[in-house]
């Protein structure tokens, strides 16, 4: 079992933007998926990002040449550079985990308005 901590969001104008940071309680070197999903409310949960031990990475067509994500195996962390954010990005986000479960954060709340 991997636990997970979002942290990182918040209140921003549209335009600004944000980073999120999820933390796990274990290495994460040799997870092979790490994920970043969203749910606005009342809509599903969507992927928008991920990446995989060797650092490929995919996004959302949404998200594509606004948002990066990273991994630090180092700091055992994986990263959501937001920019230019708009309010459709109004969600929570969720940090995922891959390996033989599938392992869930909480949950951090990003609320893009003016």
């Known amino acids: 079992q991997v636990q997970l901590v979002e942290s990182g969001g918040g209140l921003v104008q549209p335009g600004n933007s944000l980073r999120l940071s999820c933390a796990a309680s274990?290495?994460?070197?040799?997870?092979?998926?790490m994920r970043w999903y969203r749910q606005a409310p009342g809509k599903q949960r969507e992927l928008v990002a991920g990446?995989?031990?060797?650092?490929?990475?995919n996004y959302a067509d949404s998200v594509k040449g606004r948002f990066t994500i990273s991994r630090d195996n180092a700091k055992n962390t994986v990263y959501l550079q937001m920019n230019s954010l708009k309010p459709e990005d109004t969600a929570v986000y969720y940090c995922?985990?891959?390996?033989?479960?599938?392992?869930w954060g909480q949950g951090t709340q990003v609320t893009v308005s003016s």
């Open positions: 995922n985990a891959l390996t033989s479960n599938d392992n």
């Open positions: 274990v290495s994460i070197f040799s997870i092979y998926l």
């Open positions: 990446i995989t031990s060797g650092g490929s990475t």
